[in-house]
């Protein structure tokens, strides 16, 4: 792939974002918890001051991927990490560097910032992803359980009153 480049999303790559994210979410049997929109993507990776960024991986014009990552921070380190969100490279162009340049851009990102780690999240039954990432050395950190709050549960605690 020899035209084969990273480079950050612009507010006009909304639509090919939000395709990636909708066949993301299928290859991940999660289709129904998409509510992303393009006030979304604009209000978050596209306003003044963004917290989280995105990225494209195309060759020449044609858009084979992306990510999205944010800055996190470390009180053990005392260091920012970078965080992968969503990494995604379509179907057909699996196989072809896509996902590794993304991965290794966003390396050099983390230690360009003197981040003190680089994590992200894949489903336990995703063999290939986990092969791949074990493959450049990445480890599982299988001691940490992760939660998360959403919908009801998360307004009914942002609701109780104050201790």
């Not at 179907?91 to 290794?104: C, V």
Request: with cysteine; hydrophobic share 40%.
């Amino acid at each position: 792939m020899s035209d084969l480049h990273i480079r950050p999303a612009t507010i006009e790559d909304t639509d090919q974002i939000l395709r990636f994210i909708r066949d993301l979410a299928i290859y991940e049997k999660a289709e129904h918890e998409v509510l992303s929109t393009p006030a979304h993507v604009h209000r978050t990776l596209f306003c003044e001051q963004p917290s989280v960024h995105g990225l494209m991986c195309m060759n020449g014009d044609q858009p084979l991927g992306f990510a999205v990552y944010f800055f996190n921070y470390s009180t053990w380190q005392g260091r920012h990490g970078l965080y992968l969100e969503d990494l995604y490279v379509s179907p057909d162009s699996r196989g072809q560097g896509a996902g590794k340049a993304l991965l290794q851009h966003l390396a050099r990102i983390a230690v360009e910032k003197d981040c003190g780690r680089f994590e992200w999240s894949v489903l336990d039954w995703n063999a290939p992803s986990i092969a791949f990432y074990e493959s450049l050395g990445a480890q599982p950190q299988n001691e940490w359980v992760r939660y998360r709050l959403t919908g009801q549960a998360l307004a009914d605690l942002a609701a109780q009153d104050q201790a």
